[in-house]
């Protein structure tokens, strides 16, 4: 459920056109071959989230005020930061790495163990960078998609990122086993917590709920790799400007302008 909670609300857009041959097929396929299993252990995370993490989320929302929550998910987010880190470096993007080294600092520090994000306010913006994005880059595909246990929406190469964000997770080895245990816990619940309305909202709307899902996932794992830049609309056979050459398009304007004197 953690990975469907995530991707709530990301919206996908476009505004220009890639040259031809650049569109990727696999970005708009839907590339489930293994639906009915999927769908079969979405309907099981969908009945342990009902049953159990939106019941502590709500409880959760209606105990702590907005400022205590606030402050366990900038205190979560800290922790978050040497992963951020080091996949920055892998990408080689050199200024995402020096600022989440930065955050890390500040928030550890004068942040209070990171309870507030003082870096934020600095203009050091946090981004999320994992494994499963860094394999991205690298031109690793996605492959079929997949819904993990609990987790939820993923793919082969998130699943393997997530495992490898585990060992260069620093933590990993520095918390305690309950430790460990509790703050996966508290991360769940930190993040269906701010996606109460939001996730209510778009089952509510959405015809088919999994696919609804698996295509909210794919948009915003191609967004986190592409680092926010716009993606290439869908390829629809159609007339465009750019089947015309600048002679025809002048001769067409000109056309134009003649039928409506």
């Known amino acids: 459920m953690l990975a469907l909670m995530v991707v709530v609300g990301i919206a996908a857009g476009c505004s220009s056109t890639p040259p ?5 097929d696999e970005e708009y396929s839907v590339n489930d071959p293994f639906e009915d299993i999927n769908r079969v252990t979405f309907a099981i995370n969908q009945t342990v989230d009902g049953v159990l993490l939106k019941p502590l989320a709500e409880i959760y929302v209606g105990v702590v005020p907005q400022w205590g929550r606030d402050r366990v998910n900038d205190a979560l987010n800290n922790l978050g930061e040497p992963v951020n880190f080091a996949n ?5 993007e050199l200024e995402r790495a ?3 080294m930065l955050r890390f600092a500040f928030n550890s520090t004068i942040g209070l163990a990171g309870f507030f994000d003082v870096a934020a306010g600095i203009g050091l913006s946090r981004t999320d960078e994992d494994f499963g994005q860094t394999l991205g880059v690298w031109g690793v595909g996605e492959g079929p998609y997949l819904v993990l246990p609990l ?3 993923s793919n ?8 490898v964000d585990w060992v260069l997770d620093p933590f990993t080895k520095a918390l305690r086993d309950h430790e460990r245990y509790q703050r996966f816990i508290a991360r769940g619940i930190d993040q269906r917590a701010l996606h109460i309305d939001d996730l ?5 709307t959405s015809i088919d709920f999994y696919a609804a899902m698996r295509e909210l996932y794919r948009q915003h794992r191609s ?10 609309p869908l390829p629809i056979p159609s007339i465009t400007l ?3 050459s600048d002679e025809e398009f002048d001769q067409a304007s000109a056309t134009g302008e003649e039928s409506e004197e």
């Open 20 to 24: 031809p041959g650049e569109y990727d």
């Open 156 to 163: 082969p190469r998130d699943a393997v990122g997530m495992g």
């Open 88 to 92: 920055a470096l892998l990408q080689w």
């Open 242 to 244: 750019e089947e015309f």
């Open 98 to 100: 020096a600022t989440s």
């Open 151 to 153: 987790f939820g929406p």
């Open 223 to 232: 967004n986190e790799i592409r680092n926010g830049e716009l993606p290439p």
């Open 200 to 204: 209510e909202t778009l089952e509510e």
